[in-house]
């Protein structure tokens, strides 16, 4: 068993390698880009999954203060791919949920590659609840390819938990804000999502399912992933044009893989920014949160005569 592990870790440190240099020296993003718009597509994605992007934990750690992170779903048991808890925002209380990929080996197998079983949106469903009983906002980061798809998974009600989570989020009596941190996939991404503010990273992605994913439906083969990109309007661009989401933050000339800190220095001032006009609101119209967030979302996607 020791030797297997010694051989996964070989095989993925080589892999994150490989990966990191075919996505920072060897294409237009590396120190030499210019801006967003040298970038395909597909570019984008892959720097949306690049391994060394800040993670959930990352943001937890530089961001906040006094986090207490709150553990299980009270049914069945602790998911470590989605962590949350009540942090400190400066002197604002604040409710916490991320998703966490890891960062080697072991934590990535530890935090199952940031794909959430049941239990994990239980327990993200049972942290809004108790923000709304404390009367905090909720803040979550997103960054997963999906919900974990395995039969366990379905067993245990991956769908109806799902639901569950926009339910609630959906009626949540407390401001909510997410950030597309990296990878915005499927059902896991937008049952975090149903907030009254979105944001995106400048190069994260947000889809109902991954390119890889859509070019073996439409296409029957996987190698059509690059054409699938670009048709499913999966770039922060292309959503806030569309009016998905609220505001684009800016990353790092390459990514924000090249500057961590500088990176979640721009998260945290877009939080900031965006949970105080929220507060402000909350605090002279508390209803409003909840009306406004259901017409945001009610109003998506409405036919329009040209």
Same mark, same amino acid.
């Given at each position: +068993?020791?030797?297997?592990? %010694?051989?996964?870790?070989?095989?993925?440190?080589?892999?994150?390698?490989?990966? =990191?240099?075919?996505? $920072?020296?060897?294409?237009?993003?590396?120190?030499?880009?210019?801006?967003?718009?040298?970038?395909?597509?597909?570019?984008? !994605?892959?720097?949306?999954?690049?391994?060394?992007?800040?993670?959930?934990?990352?943001?937890?750690?530089?961001?906040?203060?006094?986090?207490? /992170?709150? $553990?299980?779903?009270?049914?069945?048991?602790?998911?470590?791919?989605?962590?949350?808890?009540?942090?400190?925002? /400066?002197?604002?209380?604040?409710?916490?949920?991320?998703?966490?990929?890891?960062?080697?080996?072991?934590?990535?197998?530890?935090?199952?590659?940031? +794909?959430?079983?049941?239990?994990?949106?239980? %327990?993200?469903?049972?942290? +809004?609840? #108790?923000?709304?009983? *404390?009367?905090?906002?909720?803040?979550?980061?997103?960054?997963?390819?999906?919900?974990? &798809?395995?039969? #366990?998974?379905?067993?245990?009600?991956?769908?109806?938990?799902?639901?569950? $989570?926009?339910?609630?989020?959906?009626?949540?009596?407390?401001?909510?804000?997410?950030?597309?941190?990296?990878?915005?996939?499927?059902?896991?991404?937008?049952?975090?999502?149903?907030?009254?503010?979105?944001?995106?990273?400048?190069?994260?992605?947000? =889809? #109902?399912?991954?390119?890889?994913?859509?070019?073996?439906?439409?296409?029957?083969?996987?190698?059509?992933?690059?054409?699938?990109?670009?048709?499913?309007?999966?770039?922060?661009?292309?959503?806030?044009?569309?009016?998905?989401?609220?505001?684009?933050? &800016?990353? &790092?000339?390459?990514?924000?893989?090249?500057?961590?800190?500088?990176?979640?220095?721009? !998260?945290?001032?877009?939080?900031?920014?965006? !949970?105080?006009?929220?507060?402000?609101?909350?605090?002279?119209?508390?209803?409003?949160?909840?009306?406004?967030?259901? !017409?945001?979302? *009610?109003? +998506?996607?409405? =036919?329009?005569?040209?």
């Amino acid at each position: +068993m020791f030797d297997l592990i %010694k051989k996964f870790k070989k095989l993925f440190d080589n892999s994150s390698r490989d990966f =990191a240099k075919s996505t $920072c020296s060897n294409s237009p993003m590396s120190n030499n880009i210019n801006s967003e718009d040298n970038l395909t597509v597909w570019e984008k !994605v892959q720097i949306a999954r690049h391994p060394n992007r800040p993670h959930g934990l990352d943001y937890i750690n530089y961001i906040f203060s006094d986090f207490f /992170e709150l $553990c299980g779903d009270r049914f069945n048991e602790n998911d470590n791919a989605i962590i949350g808890g009540i942090a400190k925002l /400066e002197n604002q209380s604040i409710m916490v949920i991320v998703h966490e990929k890891g960062h080697d080996i072991e934590t990535r197998i530890k935090h199952n590659f940031g +794909m959430a079983n049941p239990h994990g949106y239980k %327990k993200a469903c049972r942290l +809004m609840e #108790i923000a709304s009983e *404390l009367k905090i906002p909720v803040l979550t980061l997103i960054d997963t390819s999906g919900a974990y &798809p395995g039969i #366990i998974s379905e067993e245990r009600g991956q769908g109806y938990v799902l639901a569950k $989570c926009l339910e609630l989020s959906s009626d949540l009596n407390v401001p909510n804000i997410s950030v597309i941190i990296g990878e915005g996939g499927s059902g896991g991404a937008i049952s975090l999502a149903l907030s009254n503010v979105v944001l995106m990273l400048e190069n994260s992605i947000y =889809a #109902i399912i991954s390119p890889e994913g859509c070019s073996a439906i439409l296409w029957k083969d996987q190698k059509y992933k690059e054409k699938a990109a670009e048709a499913q309007k999966l770039t922060a661009q292309d959503l806030y044009k569309y009016g998905m989401i609220d505001d684009i933050i &800016p990353e &790092p000339k390459g990514g924000a893989h090249q500057s961590k800190t500088a990176t979640m220095d721009q !998260v945290k001032k877009y939080i900031m920014h965006h !949970v105080n006009k929220l507060i402000k609101e909350f605090k002279e119209n508390p209803e409003s949160i909840k009306r406004k967030r259901a !017409v945001k979302f *009610l109003n +998506m996607g409405n =036919a329009t005569d040209a």
